[in-house]
């Protein structure tokens, strides 16, 4: 059996072993999406194809949707050859149920997949075709929160966004100097509205993407790339939008079991890759059933009827925000952002279970949310207390889903501030300090012990990818687990940073208190765990 047009044609074999198919033309949905796309998403990768791509696939079924999604890649172009091509499209979802049930669907709504590329000419044209469609009414995006990121720590820019600007709009190469230069051609060819939804896991995720596309667009208008007219066109909320959003479904890496399983169905080739760029994807996408998608509903040249969709809420902006506010800043981020990291220096290698046999990171995990939770306020559409409980008692004890600590432990850098920042605030503005908390401190330095790259046997790993690896692990050369005197002063550039944490963790009565919690940590063989304990009884 092969996952492809001409595979699944055959729909009593995929049924046979438990497959839901799509009953819509899938063909047909494609052709008019490449005529005349509605819906295009940026960041084609593993949530994208699960999550989004299954609430378009849902209203698909519904007839509420008559064409599928235009994906761009603007980062990782073996996903579009090794995973998008050699299967027409077409997606595999796995849902992974608390019971160890699976739920297998094949996803028809992802129409086309283009390498979003400046230096390929057909390519390029074929993005700015998309782009200058009238019909074209909404733009999401799942690209991390690195994808938004202008500056490095010191505020200057990163080189290659120094290179999108001194270049122009024709040369693009990063995913903010792309979606400017592909609202520039929208400009050039009719004005046409638009709106612009982050669907990744920031803060304020819509203000964030409009304040890095505006940023690129007014370099680009000092050195006379575009005109004034530009400008107004994208600040003006008539015409295009940038929607907040909170997402959340829990989507680990795809799963070698999973791919075994698939194959001795009988389906063809569902071995998981590894790109060039190190995305570890498959032809299928596994996660839990339980997902949240909060939108602000601010789309000035239509929408589909996204509410329609499985766990889909349309909102204003200030309940989208509570909403995240909620998730991000205290339920679901900050545990998985405090623990993972620890996980892996502890050597466990799987949240569920880690969380389900270790009494103080259980505890600790509770106490993460429970220094939050107070920081939030109710966004009503969705219970705090409940959301909490759903988190505690189905979604995290879930070990079917296989999520790995090493997964949560990603671009962790890019997450301190939102994860932790947010809270720091709010207590330092209520109580006037942050002192009292415990464990949010805690996992912060947790994560600059992982960052040592030594586990707490002792032994050397492999961190995950982030965009400061290099640059801590310069800072930390000289610090040695279990040689306590070498660490003197080298966190203090990182904790005082107010582009990382968005706060001066120092004047907020937290620094000192994550310096000792270090120092406890470094002590030798044991001590990370030690120190844990400490803190838990």
């Known amino acids: 059996m092969k996952l492809s047009l001409e ?132 733009v999401s995006f799942t690209i991390t929160e690195k994808g938004y990121a ?19 709009p024709d040369k693009a190469t990063s995913a903010m100097a792309i979606v400017a230069s592909m609202l520039y051609t929208r400009y050039q060819n009719g004005k046409t509205p638009i709106a612009l939804v982050s669907m990744d896991n920031c803060s304020q995720n819509g203000a964030k993407l409009k304040d890095s596309v505006l940023t690129i667009i007014s370099e680009w208008y000092k050195r006379g790339f575009v005109d004034d007219g530009f400008v107004s066109y994208v600040e003006d909320e008539k015409c295009v939008t940038f929607p907040w959003t909170m997402i959340d479904k829990i989507t680990p890496r795809p799963s070698e079991k999973i791919a075994d399983d698939l194959e001795k169905m009988g389906i063809e080739n569902m071995q998981p890759v590894i790109t060039s760029k190190k995305t570890y994807i498959a032809p299928f996408a596994n996660a839990e059933k339980v997902q949240y998608l909060v939108i602000e509903d601010s789309f000035p040249n239509g929408r589909p009827e996204l509410e329609k969709g499985y766990g889909v809420y349309m909102a204003d902006r200030d309940t989208v925000n509570l909403t995240e506010r909620m998730k991000v800043t205290a339920c679901l981020n900050p545990v998985h952002t405090a623990m993972g990291p620890i996980g892996v220096v502890l050597g466990e290698e799987l949240f569920a279970s880690m969380l389900n046999h270790n009494p103080d990171l259980l505890k600790m995990a509770h106490m993460v949310e429970d220094e939050g939770l107070p920081m939030v306020k109710d966004p009503k559409i969705l219970s705090p207390k409940a959301f909490a409980d759903e988190l505690f008692n189905d979604r995290f004890p879930n070990e079917y889903l296989g999520d790995t600590n090493m997964r949560l432990a990603v671009d962790v850098s890019q997450m301190e501030g939102i994860r932790f920042g947010e809270t720091i605030k709010a207590y330092v503005a209520k109580y006037g300090s942050a002192n009292q908390l415990v464990a949010i401190p805690l996992g912060i330095a947790g994560w600059l012990r992982y960052m040592l790259a030594v586990d707490d046997a002792g032994h050397k790993f492999e961190l995950a990818p982030d965009p400061m690896d290099e640059e801590l692990t310069e800072a930390f050369k000289d610090i040695e687990v279990g040689k306590p005197e070498t660490f003197t002063n080298q966190l203090k550039p990182i904790l005082s940073n107010e582009r990382l944490f968005f706060t001066d963790l120092y004047k907020d009565g937290v620094g000192d208190k994550v310096e000792e919690m270090f120092r406890e940590m470094i002590q030798g063989p044991g001590a990370v765990r030690a120190t844990i304990h400490k803190y838990m009884a």
């Open 150 to 168: 202008l500056k490095k720590t010191d505020g200057g820019y990163f080189p290659f966004i120094q290179a999108d600007i001194e270049n122009g």
């Open 7 to 138: 595979g699944i044609k055959d729909k009593a074999q995929w049924e046979k072993i438990g497959f839901t198919l799509p009953d819509y033309d899938i063909e047909q949905a494609t052709e008019k999406a490449r005529k005349s796309p509605r819906w295009v998403h940026f960041g084609i990768g593993n949530i994208f194809r699960i999550f989004i791509g299954g609430i378009a696939d849902d209203l698909m079924e519904k007839g509420l949707l008559d064409r599928g999604i235009t994906c761009v890649e603007t980062f990782d172009y073996d996903v579009v050859d090794k995973i998008y091509a050699p299967f027409d499209n077409l997606g595999i979802s796995v849902i992974l149920n608390g019971d160890g049930t699976r739920e297998y669907r094949v996803i028809g709504s992802l129409a086309e997949a283009i390498k979003a590329k400046s230096d390929d000419p057909k390519a390029w044209a074929r993005m700015k075709a998309v782009f200058s469609s009238r019909d074209l009414q909404m």
